[in-house]
């Protein structure tokens, strides 16, 4: 196949001293019309060169010759795709209710754009916001800390417990009932995996409804997770546990003691797979915090 190709003289300087210098060197294009920085950083690419400080071309011609593959000059092939992403996180929005009872985010400026082009050049400007809210806000995460003193705080969580981690997505949609027991899970592969039970509740996220009794995970099952090694445990409705239990949480005593993160009020969970997809939900790194928000999403292969 025949391509374009650039011959040419340069001159390399790096930046801890020193250069180099070619005269007729011959680089493959991705087309035949390129600018000298493109063709700069082309050349610094096939040689691999680091700490480069400036790269000057001379005598320039573009003519057309076999293409010779040279290393990193993109070429019209699409690259693979790593999977679909599927978000599974709320949005957050000032004043929006989470939990019922805990206030809901406060967003405002602390520096606007127009106060902020007295700061810098002229055509620059910034805004900088400032968002106060309680940790359970949105999609986020429970760390052991969130229950008990002494558990790992955000962080001091293994990134390996929030991040890439294989799902299990357990379909609940329409129980008859609003406890999931151990009956229900049973069945499943779950050592390793992230957990995500998908009961539907999510349809009522910004109504009065989505804090009507809800579908909970029943303190047998919350064990049986426990013990078969459940990486993340993550539901989609308001909580985890039943909030009329008259403010017993086994679920979250039980997860968060055996070093089970707790991922609520997720979304989008009827977009994924049974099993195959990858879980991320990773939140900031907060000494002293039990809880965060996160923009939960997963991978599914295609």
Known sequence: MTEYRAVFDAEVT??????????????????????????????IGHLGLLMVDQVRISRLRVVREPD?????????????SPGRLVELNHVIEAGMTTYPGLPGPEI??????????????????????????????????DSPYHRYADGADLAALPLETVADLPTVVVRLVDLDQRGIGPQALAALD???AAVLLHTGWDRHWGSEAYGDPAPYLTEPAAKLLADAGARLVGIDSVNIDDMYSGGQRPAHSILLDAGVPVLEHLTGLADLPATGARLHAAPPRVRGFGTFPVRAYAIVPR
């Open 190 to 192: 779950l050592a390793g």
């Open 68 to 80: 010779k593959g040279s290393r990193d000059v993109p070429t019209t092939a699409t690259p693979a």
């Open 14 to 43: 790096f930046l801890n001293g020193g250069g180099l210098q070619t005269q007729g060197f011959r680089l493959d294009l991705p087309a035949a019309d390129i600018a000298e920085n493109e063709l700069a950083n082309l050349l």
């Open 108 to 141: 405002t400026p602390h520096l606007t754009r127009e106060d902020s082009r007295t700061r810098y050049a002229p055509g620059v400007e910034f805004a900088i916001d400032l968002i106060s809210m309680v940790g359970n806000t949105g999609t986020y995460l």
